[in-house]
């Protein structure tokens, strides 16, 4: 069987058709937008996604975002809750870096429109899970990131420097002599198109659909991990992925997200038989960070034999239940549930990809050329474990910050603008029409549940490696001519390197919990990562 290819299709510079632009921006989450309404008017920015330009796990978003906005907070106090949650991975000046500018980019995204909600005339302010204080803005109760990607959305097709291409999948990145110079993405109907850029900012979100059970919607299939990877950029700490505790869990119901929010309101946690597990397990009850709560659910579940356990709102005001989580309630309704007396049946998901392309205090990755921010990347913020909030707040300041330094490399950069004699050719005989891509990635999600999941070991990771490997042999020498085929190899791609971290990484910390090394290993692994391997074999 051939070996992966450099690129996932064939092209050549001469019989393909062609766009430019000064900064090209591969996604339109809430990073990537933020990046292209940092650059200046006169530098135009072109920024494509795979799908409408409203699907994004920005979009999804619940709970808020986090910042110091209440006199009785302060700083420090944020910067040592996200340090507590990152389990001695984070890198400190990069967390005081963004809880300092959170003010000011909650401040702007008001300017831009926002409406976060209010109470008494100012920002409302709610708490979540392992923050010390009250520091998360929010917008219509439970939908923020759809109010702030309004916001931003209509604001960015405003900009006259601005040009968004929705439906339009970045299969690869493009380099030459050691730099990333731009994307080949597919948009019909056109077919492939070569975008040349000055720089090039990855804001390509995360991978939850790497697993069965996920709270990201079906754009998260890690393609810009993948590609970045395949173009010879770093990736680091990818075994860190952070699972939400409270999922719903109907039958027959989309994997949806009921917020930490929920329990930051007052909510008990309860197993099958009515009983409260979390005071026995954490002293901060159901606010513990979110890997004690997913782990917790987890043995609960192995304890009681029952495949989920169950949020309790009863205990609580009904107004108040139904004012601040209007969008919780409806959902559950749909499904008979009434959340201001039922128990909703939840349990854990993969919620959101910490590891990712790594990133120095500016947005600059290892690949000269390429900037990236948000979940894509590892910055340091996060350490082994993302503090509730903190994401779309790393994808707005590391948004502005690629923007601005990709901007001025683009302005002082010497290269011309100009297509580059590029060639990538994939045998005919590799062709991919003859693999059920659908069977391959199902048989893959369901595998990473089972084997790369809450809890692992190294019998279990080995099986993982070797059936991941075994796929990537058939299916990452073909050449397919679509999405489907393409997300499977990136997920491919980003299982393998999930799953090789998590082997070497024979400790627990953060999200990554092996049974075989339960303990954390500071003497070893104290301000370790783990780095993404020149190349994969299998
Ligand atoms: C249900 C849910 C609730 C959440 N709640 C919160 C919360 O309350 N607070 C918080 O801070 N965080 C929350 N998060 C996490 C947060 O939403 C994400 O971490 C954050 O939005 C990531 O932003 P991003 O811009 O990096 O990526 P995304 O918002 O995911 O955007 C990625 C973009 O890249 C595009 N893309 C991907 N692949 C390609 C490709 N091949 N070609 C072209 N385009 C591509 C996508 O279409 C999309 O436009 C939540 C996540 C989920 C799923």
């Not at 390509?204 to 393609?223: F, K, L, Q, W």
């Not at 954490?282 to 979110?290: I, K, T, V």
């Not at 060639?423 to 891509?437: N, P, Y």
Request: with cysteine; aromatic share 6%.
């Amino acid at each position: 069987m051939p070996a992966a290819n450099r690129y996932l299709v064939s092209f050549d510079a001469r019989t393909t058709f062609h766009r430019f632009t000064d900064v090209l921006v591969i996604g339109a989450g809430i990073a990537g937008l933020r990046a292209a309404l940092e650059v200046p008017a006169d530098l135009d920015v072109l920024v494509v996604t795979k799908d409408r330009v409203t699907e994004s796990n920005s979009s999804y978003a619940q709970g808020g975002i986090a910042g110091v906005l209440s006199p009785e907070d302060r700083f420090e106090n944020h910067v040592e809750d996200t340090l507590v949650a990152g389990d001695g991975l984070c890198d400190r000046e990069v967390v005081e870096m963004v809880v300092r500018e959170a003010p000011a980019q909650i401040e702007q995204l008001v300017k831009w429109g926002t409406k976060f909600d209010l109470e008494n005339g100012a920002l409302a302010l709610t708490r979540e899970g392992g923050h010390s204080h009250r520091r998360i803005v929010h917008a219509l109760g439970d939908s923020t990131g759809f109010e702030v990607m309004r916001a931003i959305i209509a604001t960015a097709r405003t900009a006259p420097n601005v040009a968004i291409w929705d439906d339009t999948f970045t299969i690869d990145l493009l380099t030459h002599d050691g730099a990333c110079v731009g994307a080949v993405v597919r948009r019909e109907p056109l077919g492939n198109v070569l975008i040349w850029a000055r720089q090039v900012v990855l804001a390509s979100g995360g991978c939850g659909m790497v697993y069965r059970e996920t709270t990201n919607p079906p754009v998260a299939t890690g393609d810009g991990m993948a590609a970045a990877y395949r173009a010879g950029a770093e990736l680091r700490d990818m075994e860190f992925m952070q699972f939400h505790p409270t999922v719903l869990y109907v039958a027959g119901s989309a994997r949806y997200l009921i917020s930490e929010a929920v329990r930051g309101e007052g909510a008990y946690l309860r197993d099958v038989n009515g009983e409260r597990f979390m005071p026995a397990e954490d002293p901060r009850g159901e606010l513990a960070p979110r890997d004690v709560v997913a782990r917790a659910i987890f043995r609960t579940m192995e304890r009681t034999q029952h495949p989920n356990v169950y949020l309790d709102l009863s205990h609580l005001d009904p107004a108040m239940v139904q004012t601040r989580f209007p969008g919780i309630s409806k959902v559950c309704r749909s499904f008979g549930l009434d959340i201001t007396k039922d128990r909703i049946p939840v349990r854990p998901g993969a919620h959101y990809m910490v590891g990712g392309v790594t990133v120095d205090t500016r947005g600059r990755t290892t690949l000269p050329g390429l900037w990236a921010a948000g979940e894509v990347t590892s910055s340091g913020l996060h350490g082994a474990n993302r503090l509730a909030s903190n994401s779309l707040l790393e994808g707005l300041v590391y948004g502005s910050l690629c923007g601005r330094g990709a901007a001025e490399a683009a302005r002082s950069g010497p290269r011309q603008l100009a297509a580059l004699p590029l060639r990538s050719e994939i045998g005919r005989e590799h062709a991919g029409d003859r693999l059920d891509v659908a069977d391959l990635t199902n048989s893959l999600r369901a595998l990473m549940v089972r084997k790369m999941g809450i809890v692992r070991d190294r019998a279990r990771l080995l099986e993982a490696q070797r059936d991941v490997g075994f796929w990537r042999r058939y299916a990452l020498g073909r050449e397919f001519d679509g999405k489907p085929g393409w997300e499977l190899q990136n997920l491919l791609t980003v299982a393998r390197l999930m799953i090789d971290a998590a082997l070497r990484r024979d400790e627990s910390r953060g999200t990554h919990f092996r049974s075989d090394f339960p303990a954390r290993d500071d003497a070893r692994w104290g301000q370790r990562h783990v780095t993404s391997p020149p190349a994969l074999t299998g």
